[in-house]
């Protein structure tokens, strides 16, 4: 199958590309190269074709001859949508709708979009949530993906198979590293600074899973029966891997040696706290069950941080993706609305060298 992904060079896009070569698709990358800069080790390799532009330009014509589109570009996470919840709503929520109706428009009938359990938001209940469960979110990143799963939904048809992903928290090592994920980032303070430093009060429930499990998903989903998947939305996990933050923080102090759990002054109750059912994706597509535990992810990435000689100030600079893109701000390569300034800087992608 060919097959476009969007923010192939992102996090997850990067991991997600190799398994799709290696189980035989044709992969096209599109990437705006944001965060060309952020590879640990080695930069990934784009795909044999990689369109380098922004997502509010795709056109119809662009995505013509394409068996699926994997959406995944977006501001990634609540901290970034927070940075400016104007163009959070421009590229997350109608430039993905635009894509989807340029999907449409084209004759692609898989749209398989990397939506978030974000959208749950605060639930206010010890119960575990499944698909049916209300939304409730609290920011502007939970409220864009709630609204582009509605507004594809309504173009789902006999000829046009939408699916919907929601990402639980990830973790785990990719070449392009993200430091602002909670398992990824405590191993990374205690490997840097001895200290497995919590910012709350350790209390919060987090589902996690590994970015390889995510990418699984994704697989299973452009290879399931179309039935199967069908304007379906699944929540990506294990219902087994629901932890909280003093929880993980434990099992880092018990994988890197001579750390210890360190409580952040003023640390108080996030308010992003859930529990999720991942019953459905277990039935309906097997091929999705995650392989992966919070622990072994753990050892993967203290592994990997040794390997690369991962610093401190590395990590709070080069793998934060908020300060990565205010620092691209700051020196004027990007436009308020988030545009490379010049056509010097697209192609220079977010890099730190001319």
Excluded at 284 to 311: D, K, N
Aim: net charge negative; with cysteine; glycine share 8%.
């Amino acid at each position: 199958m060919k097959i476009l992904v969007t923010g192939h060079n992102g996090y997850i896009g990067a991991v997600l590309v190799d398994l799709l070569q290696g189980a035989g698709h044709e992969v096209v990358g599109l990437d705006t190269y944001w965060f060309s800069d952020c590879h640990h080790g080695p930069a990934p390799a784009d795909p044999p074709r990689a369109l380098r532009m922004d997502l509010r330009d795709v056109t119809a014509q662009d995505l013509e001859g394409f068996g699926a589109v994997m959406h995944l570009a977006a501001l990634s996470n609540d901290p970034l949508g927070d940075l400016s919840p104007e163009y959070t709503f421009d590229i997350n929520l109608r430039a993905s709708v635009q894509l989807a109706e340029a999907a449409k428009t084209a004759g692609v009938p898989r749209f398989i979009f990397s939506s978030s359990c974000s959208l749950y938001g605060a639930p206010g209940t010890d119960e575990l949530v499944d698909e049916t469960a209300a939304f409730g979110p609290i920011t502007p990143y939970g409220v864009s993906k709630i609204k582009v799963e509605q507004e594809v939904a309504a173009l789902a048809d006999d000829d046009f198979s939408p699916t919907y992903l929601r990402n639980t928290t990830a973790y785990g090592w990719s070449p392009q590293l993200r430091g602002d994920i909670v398992v990824n980032n405590l191993v990374a303070y205690a490997f840097t600074t001895g200290e497995v430093l919590i910012k709350s009060d350790g209390t919060p429930w987090r589902p996690l899973v590994h970015v390889e499990d995510i990418a699984r998903a994704f697989l299973a989903v452009a290879e399931a029966p179309r039935a199967m998947i069908h304007n379906q939305a699944f929540n990506v996990g294990r219902t087994d891997e629901n932890y909280q933050i003093s929880a993980v923080a434990a099992l880092v102090a018990q994988v890197v040696p001579n750390s210890r759990v360190v409580y952040a002054p003023g640390g108080e109750p996030d308010t992003r706290s859930y529990r999720v059912d991942f019953s459905k994706i277990a039935g309906a597509l097997p091929e999705a069950q995650p392989q992966w535990t919070v622990l072994q992810g753990i050892e993967e990435l203290y592994e990997a941080y040794q390997r690369y000689g991962l610093t401190l100030d590395e990590f709070e600079n080069r793998y934060l993706r908020i300060r990565h893109l205010r620092r691209l701000l700051a020196e004027g390569r990007l436009t308020p609305s988030l545009r490379w300034r010049s056509t010097e800087d697209a192609v220079r992608g977010g890099g730190q060298d001319a």
